[in-house]
Nanobody, 126 residues
Framework: QEQLVESGGGVVQAGDSLRLSCAAS????????RGWFRQAPGKEREFVAS????????AYADSVKGRFTISRDNAKNTVYLQMSSLKPEDTAVYYC???????????????????WGQGTQVTVSQ
C-alpha cells in the first residue's frame, strides 16, 4: 500500500508563495497520475491540479490557473505544488492523491483517486 506524505504548508500573507511536496513510498510512483485537492472548513474537498505519469499533461481548477503549478520528479517519488500570488481564499488543508491507474474519466473528481495523504494546512492571511 502506497503511503503519501505532504509537507510545506504554513501561514503566509496574501501575495506570498509556497511550495508543497508530496513524497510517496513504494516502487510504482512513476506509473500513476497524481493530483492535489484542498478542503476548507465547512466545504467539500475540491480539485486543485493533476498531472499525468510523466509530467507531460497537467490540468488546473479555474480558481488557481496561472498561479499554481503542479510538477513531479519520478526519480524522487515526489509531486509538487508551487503556489504563488496566494489569496485568503486559498486557505485550506491540501491533500495529494494517487489517481486510479489507466482511468480516462474526469480527473477533477475525487473518486478518481484511490490513495490520499494526511494533508498539510495552508493559511493565507490578509
Amino acid at each position: 500500500q502506497e503511503q503519501l506524505v505532504e509537507s510545506g504548508g504554513g501561514v503566509v500573507q496574501a501575495g506570498d508563495s509556497l511550495r508543497l511536496s508530496c513524497a510517496a513510498s513504494g516502487r510504482t510512483f512513476s506509473i500513476y497520475a497524481r493530483g492535489w485537492f484542498r478542503q476548507a472548513p465547512g466545504k467539500e474537498r475540491e480539485f486543485v491540479a493533476s498531472i499525468n505519469w510523466n509530467g507531460g499533461s497537467t490540468a488546473y481548477a479555474d480558481s488557481v490557473k496561472g498561479r499554481f503549478t503542479i510538477s513531479r520528479d519520478n526519480a524522487k517519488n515526489t509531486v509538487y505544488l508551487q503556489m504563488s500570488s496566494l489569496k485568503p481564499e486559498d486557505t485550506a488543508v491540501y491533500y495529494c492523491a494517487r489517481r486510479l491507474r489507466n482511468s480516462s474519466s474526469n480527473p477533477e473528481t475525487r473518486y478518481e483517486y484511490d490513495s490520499w495523504g494526511q494533508g498539510t494546512q495552508v493559511t493565507v492571511s490578509q
